[in-house]
Structures are given as structure tokens and as C-alpha cells.
């Protein structure tokens, strides 16, 4: 009895405080997006009249001028984004996967070198790349285009680490002989054997990846000049830019900011289960 | 994987790879370095073909870069901006990871998922929403804190608070994972010893937790180094932050304001090699203290 209940007190040092701590911790990172949920709720009247956390009447008319704002500019960032995040991370999984399986599952002259290479990349702060990618994309002629954007996100040496390190737990060497004894060549063997048992840590890759892309803020604002390709970070920080000093663009803003951080939260809340950090476990629960 | 007989096929997967490296990072990269050792010589009147010409001048952008002053400030204030960030950020995350991965917590699945949120927030939405709520018109908080969060002695402090608002999630995550990874008996173990919660999680938890801490460490040095999406997004709405506040912000002045490009490519470099030498010099403490190697 007596040890049970030491062994009781033990694990409940200070009964709910932990429970406390964890549930501030929530409300820290919940309160900004509940007060700009509210704020954009506000006409700009009631942004500077009525209580700071009460709901307002001018969600709709907000919404409506933020999509007649400049054309509909906004819609336009929208499109953007996507397409760079959602191009760009695909292409990157792909070259990803296709690397952290060969890094895994291949052995020959340079693997280490070229392993080292690439994951030497992720200690390159990017202030040191944007700017001769931009001067080299002038030289091109391809500065301020969507492809400005799209290439030099691609490469990502941190999910190629992570393909490597999942194609070594998720794929059985096994699988890959009996496949070579059949006869499949080594192209088949990645697209029907490999790439297939690569999915769900591709799922996870590719989550990672889109949300970088589609935070990013540098590459786009170094790129671009063109306000018609801008995504949603650079449009909001222009919008942002002309709109401090004119408290009658604070509902736009607000409301933009509150209708851009929509579609990542649901992406965020619906795909909960491929969040992953480890991706040695070979498998998604 | 018994033979190398594969032949050319694992050079073919790794192709695309290989040439997005050297497109988009080595060819920079060299490019970097050899605009950092140039200069624009103007003759004459600087009018005129020939009169503008690039030459090479060694080292000395590096040395004008190190003995710039205003880039010696803005390198203080992200001092003592990332050190505010690393600790509170770091320290909130092994905080929550730890209390997330301990038996007695009710609610666990809505703080993780909560506290990870601020993740899927780009860093110009999550200054934004943070700037506004500095805003003494807007913001709840100013209804009941008398503090001026824009103001000379507290923008550091304001700014660090929406750093650390985006990044605890994620560094909390990995610290969560890298928990969940440790064997469950060792805590037996421990707690048939009569360890107490606490005692299990700073003599058990925070030394298997070390790799991960070292991780997410490293690259939170790296990250707030190049800051400059909050400072700049927080700008237009006080004059307390100068377009030099951080180092990558006079990077980004003198190519695309200035039009020195051939200062902006040694300050970054700077930059670079500034964050590698702390990167490494906080490996190497970490590892004589937790290793003890020399």
C-alpha cells in the first residue's frame, strides 16, 4: 500500500499544473488567430470603435472589397501560392524520393561524396544563395517569372535526407532481389517496388515541403517585381507596406491575412497523422 | 546491394538531384564568392565605354564589411534577439514536449495540435497579426497592459515574441518525437527506484533527448541569424526598426536599394561563415560537455 501510493505521488507532482502549463501554452498560440478571426469580422468603423474581442458586421463587405481590391490582386496571390507551393513540393518529393531511395538502397563509387554534398546543403543560409539566383536568373532572362520561384525550391536537402532515411526502414532489400531475380529492370524495380512502399513518408515530405514554400517570403520578394506572380507573402507584406499608414486598409489587411491562413490550417488539421518529425520508424501509424 | 553492378543506373536516379545542386547551389555560391572580391573602378568622369570597368579587389569587401559599423549593430541586436529566442523558444519546446510525454496530462491531443498550429502561419502573416495586436487601437492586450510593444527599448522583445510564437510548435514536435522514441522501461526503471516525474525527466528524458536538442539548436541558429521577414514586415508600422536593423536586412538594401552588389555578396558571406563558426563552436561545447571528448 504504502509504496503504491508513493508510486501515486510520484507521477502527479503538482496534479493539473502540467495539464495548466500545456493549456496556456494553447491559448498563447490560439489568440492570435482567434482575435484576427474577430478583427476581420469588423467594418473599419467598428475595427476602432467596438470591443477588441467581440464579434463584428462586416465580414462579408470586408471579403468583398478584399477580392475587388486591385482587380482582384488577391485571388491572384492565392493561385500563386499554390502553384508554387503545390508545384514546388511536388517536384521536390519526387526528386527526393527518387534520391533518398538510390542513397539507400544502391552502393557505388561516390555515395558518400554525393550523400555529404547534398546534405551539406542544409547548413548554406539561403541569404547566401537569393541573391546570385536572382542576378543569374537575369542573366537568363528568367528573374521576375514563375520559374524564378518554382526551380530553386526544389532542391531540399533535408527531405532527401529524410527519403533516405525512410526508403532504408520502409524497403526491404528482399523485395528488390526477387525483383532483380524475376528480371524487372532497375527503372521498373523504383517505379513498381519502391516508389509504391515510399508513399507515406513522400505524404510527410511533401507536407513539409509545401508549407516551407508557401511561407517563404525571401526567394518571391528578392524575385519579383511583377505584383501579378507575387504569392500571398509578398502580396500581403505590399498590402501591408501601403496599407500601415491609412487605418482604412486595416480591415483588408486583416482579412487577408485571416483568409491566408485558412488553407493551411485545414491542410494542417485534416492531415494531422502524416506530421511527422522521424520518419525511421519505416512506417505511419 | 551485394555487387555494384548496377552500373549507371544510381548516377542516372541522382541525376536531377545533382544538377538542381549545381544550378542552384554551388554555381551561387561560387558566384557569391567571386562578386564578394569585386568592384566597379570608375575613370574619368565615369561616363563613357570602358570608363566603368569590374576589377578584382582581394579581400578588400570583406574588410569594409567587418569594420562597417552599422552592420556591427545590427549584428548586437540580432544577438540579443536570438539569444532571447533561442533560450525562450528552445526552452518553451523541451518545456511542452516533456509535459506532453508525461502519464498524468488531460487534453494533450488539443495542446499539441494548438501549440503546432502557429507552424502553419507564414512568418509575414504571423508579424502582421502580431504587429496589429502591438497596435494601441487594436489590440486586446493594450486594454490591459500600459506597454508600448513598438516602442526603442521593447521592439526587440516584441519581435522575439512572434519568433517564438511560429517556431516553439515545431521544435516541440521534434523533441516530442525523439521522446516518444526512448524505450518506456528505462522510466520504469527509474520510478521503481523512486524517482519522482521530475527527477526522471532532467536525469533520464533531457540526456536521452540530446541529439535532438543539438538538432533543433543548430538550426534555430541558423534561422534566426538570417532574420529578416519579421523585422521588415513589423517596419512599416514603427520607426523603431531601421532597413539596417539585421544583418541579411543591409544585405538586401545594398543589392536591391544601394546597387552594391559587390558589398551585399561579402556581407552575406559574412553571414554564412558567421553562422557555420556558431554552429560548430555550439556543437563542439556541446560535445565536450556531454561527451567529454577533447
Not at chain 1, 206 to 233: E, S
Not at chain 2, 53 to 72: I, K, P, Q, T, Y
Not at chain 2, 130 to 158: C, H, K, M, N
Amino acid at each position: 500500500m504504502a509504496s503504491a501510493h508513493r508510486l501515486k505521488a510520484a507521477r502527479a507532482p503538482w496534479g493539473v499544473a502540467p495539464t495548466g502549463l500545456l493549456l496556456l501554452g494553447a491559448i498563447y498560440c490560439l489568440f492570435p488567430v482567434f482575435w484576427v478571426l474577430i478583427a476581420a469580422t469588423k467594418s473599419p468603423a467598428e475595427l476602432f470603435s467596438t470591443s477588441t474581442l467581440s464579434f463584428g458586421t462586416g465580414f462579408l463587405d470586408n471579403v468583398t472589397q478584399l477580392f475587388a481590391y486591385r482587380d482582384g490582386v488577391f485571388w491572384l496571390w492565392a493561385a500563386n501560392t499554390l502553384l508554387y507551393a503545390g508545384g514546388g513540393a511536388l517536384l521536390s518529393t519526387a526528386v527526393s524520393a527518387v534520391s533518398g531511395y538510390t542513397l539507400a538502397k544502391y552502393r557505388f563509387r561516390g555515395r558518400n561524396l554525393i550523400f555529404n554534398l547534398l546534405i551539406g546543403g542544409i547548413l548554406v543560409p539561403s541569404v547566401v544563395l537569393a541573391i546570385p539566383q536572382y542576378l543569374l536568373f537575369s542573366k537568363v532572362g528568367l528573374a521576375d517569372t514563375y520559374w524564378a520561384v518554382l526551380l530553386p525550391q526544389i532542391l531540399h536537402p533535408y527531405s532527401i535526407y529524410l527519403a533516405r532515411v525512410y526508403a532504408t526502414a520502409a524497403i526491404p532489400d528482399s523485395l528488390l532481389e526477387a525483383g532483380r531475380i524475376d528480371g524487372a529492370g532497375e527503372g521498373r524495380l523504383m517505379y513498381q517496388v519502391a516508389i509504391p512502399l515510399m508513399v507515406p513518408g513522400m505524404v510527410t515530405i511533401f507536407l513539409f515541403q509545401f508549407v516551407a514554400i508557401w511561407n517563404n517570403f525571401l526567394l518571391p520578394f528578392i524575385m519579383l517585381g511583377d505584383d501579378g506572380k507575387f504569392p500571398l507573402t509578398v502580396g500581403l507584406f505590399t498590402l501591408l507596406q501601403s496599407g500601415a499608414n491609412q487605418p482604412s486598409l486595416y480591415n483588408l489587411i486583416l482579412t487577408g491575412a485571416f483568409l491566408s491562413l485558412i488553407p493551411l490550417i485545414a491542410l494542417f488539421l485534416t492531415m494531422q497523422r502524416y506530421w511527422k518529425t522521424d520518419l525511421s520508424s519505416g512506417a505511419v501509424k | 546491394m551485394r555487387r555494384s553492378g548496377r552500373g549507371a543506373w544510381p548516377y542516372l536516379f541522382l541525376t536531377p538531384a545533382m544538377v538542381l545542386f549545381t544550378l542552384f547551389l554551388a554555381v551561387p555560391i561560387g558566384y557569391t564568392v567571386w562578386l564578394a572580391t569585386r568592384r566597379t573602378k570608375v575613370s574619368g568622369l565615369g561616363l563613357g565605354r570602358g570608363a566603368r570597368r569590374e576589377v578584382s579587389v582581394g579581400f578588400d569587401n570583406f574588410s569594409a564589411a567587418l569594420s562597417d559599423a552599422e552592420l556591427w549593430h545590427g549584428w548586437l541586436r540580432v544577438l540579443g534577439y536570438g539569444a532571447l529566442v533561442l533560450v525562450v523558444m528552445l526552452g518553451l519546446a523541451l518545456l511542452f514536449a516533456l509535459l506532453l510525454d508525461s502519464a498524468r496530462v488531460r487534453l494533450a491531443r488539443f495542446s499539441r495540435i494548438a501549440i503546432f498550429l502557429p507552424y502553419a502561419v507564414p512568418g509575414v502573416a504571423a508579424t502582421l497579426l502580431w504587429g496589429f495586436l502591438y497596435l494601441p487601437s487594436l489590440s486586446p492586450i493594450r486594454d490591459v497592459l500600459e506597454i508600448d510593444f513598438l516602442g526603442a527599448s521593447t521592439v526587440t522583445y516584441s519581435m522575439a515574441n512572434v519568433a517564438v510564437w511560429g517556431g516553439t510548435g515545431f521544435n516541440m514536435l521534434v523533441l516530442y518525437t525523439a521522446l516518444r522514441a526512448i524505450p518506456r522501461d528505462l522510466y520504469e526503471a527509474a520510478r521503481l527506484d523512486g524517482a519522482s516525474e521530475i527527477q526522471i525527466a532532467v536525469r533520464v528524458k533531457i540526456p536521452m533527448l540530446t541529439p535532438a536538442i543539438i538538432l533543433t539548436t543548430v538550426f534555430s541558429i541558423i534561422a534566426t541569424i538570417q532574420v529578416f521577414t519579421e523585422p521588415s514586415t513589423l517596419r512599416p508600422l514603427t520607426n523603431t526598426i531601421s532597413s539596417t536593423w539585421s544583418p541579411l536586412m543591409k544585405v538586401y538594401r545594398d543589392a536591391f536599394v544601394t546597387g552594391d552588389l559587390y558589398s551585399a555578396a561579402a556581407t552575406s558571406i559574412v553571414i554564412a561563415a558567421i553562422s557555420l563558426v556558431l554552429s560548430f563552436g555550439f556543437l563542439r561545447v556541446v560535445r565536450n560537455r556531454a561527451f567529454g571528448e577533447g
